[in-house]
């Protein structure tokens, strides 16, 4: 039994190793219900685990792949669902966040929240919560279910971490923070290639540094710094959130270190595939090309989302 000061998931540093794998090969098992990575090719018929469980999608920002897969991670398995915006609270008439998870506590199990502010927001939601568990579908610093929707997708293609080199490739942004620090424990062996000025956040570092025990994550800023081939190329958009990058020249760099199918031919190893978070710039850090082709994997992982929203619910409604 998880305590409940526990079930929260705010961060992937919320986890340890064992717990980590235990999610990832929770939603790896998950995977083989679902032929074709398509909800309605389930083999199994709805399930009542979340029967009589209130959850509450608190989403202040845009999400099309996030809400509805805790929307139907939810129901699925036999919840209920309240679906709040940016307006449909009384944040936006100056309530505080403290008294915010109060009110929502008394009345639900769970609170699934998206924001694009800082990690102090959800952890003062957790505090001010009662013991109701929060889970973060994106912050400005972490997205801590899409890495394990990654693991997943990773770990669907190959059957250990071990061995296996994942390169990622883009700015810095909530996802690649939440990649590395997964990888990190999972012992998934990731290099940064990040061509930003000013490298990498001191904050991610020093976590690395704390749990990367076997030296698997690696910082790069130049592609002559990375070693070929790798298993897993993995790229986001340059504008997170829609925030463009705060530096002259984004787009002539991101064409630098944009995913083609020439490049793709050069980094991949045989079985290599290709990843991103979605959504992509077409055009952009990557072609059509490469996101439609024989090596992307983004359907397995757009599906996925779906798996790491019933894993991590599963976590914090448990018994």
Request: aromatic content about 6%; charged content about 25%.
């Amino acid at each position: 039994m998880i305590p409940d000061d526990r079930r929260s998931l705010l961060s992937i540093l919320d986890l340890d190793r064992e717990a980590l794998t235990d999610l990832v090969d929770r939603g790896l098992a998950l995977t083989r219900e679902f032929p074709g990575h398509r909800a309605r090719t389930a083999r199994t018929r709805r399930g009542d685990r979340f029967a009589g469980k209130l959850v509450g999608l608190v989403f202040t920002k845009p999400s099309t792949r996030t809400r509805t897969s805790f929307f139907w991670a939810v129901t699925h398995l036999g919840g209920s669902c309240i679906v709040y915006d940016g307006g449909g609270l009384q944040l936006g008439n100056g309530e505080s966040l403290e008294d915010t998870a109060m009110a929502l506590s008394r009345h639900l199990d769970a609170a699934v929240v998206r924001t694009d502010g800082p990690p102090a927001e959800l952890e003062t939601l957790r505090r001010a919560a009662d013991g109701m568990p929060i889970i973060n579908a994106l912050c400005h610093r972490e997205h801590p279910t899409q890495a394990i929707a990654d693991l997943v997708t990773i770990k669907s293609e190959f059957p250990s971490f071990s061995g296996v080199h994942a390169l990622y490739v883009g700015l810095p942004c909530n996802t690649m923070n939440s990649l590395v620090l997964a990888s990190a424990l999972a012992g998934l062996r990731l290099t940064v290639l990040n061509p930003a000025p000013g490298g990498d956040d001191e904050w991610l570092r020093e976590a690395v540094a704390r749990i990367d025990t076997g030296r698997v994550i690696r910082f790069a800023g130049r592609w002559q710094d990375v070693e070929t081939p790798v298993d897993v190329v993995y790229t986001t958009r340059w504008e997170s959130m829609g925030h463009a990058p705060a530096f002259e020249g984004w787009r002539e760099l991101r064409a630098e270190f944009a995913l083609d199918e020439a490049r793709i031919a050069r980094l991949l190893s045989p079985r290599g595939i290709v990843l991103h978070d979605l959504p992509a710039t077409r055009g952009g850090e990557v072609t059509d090309a490469v996101l439609d082709g024989p090596r992307s994997r983004i359907r397995a992982q757009a599906f996925n989302k779906g798996i790491s929203a019933v894993v991590a619910l599963e976590r914090a409604l448990a018994d």
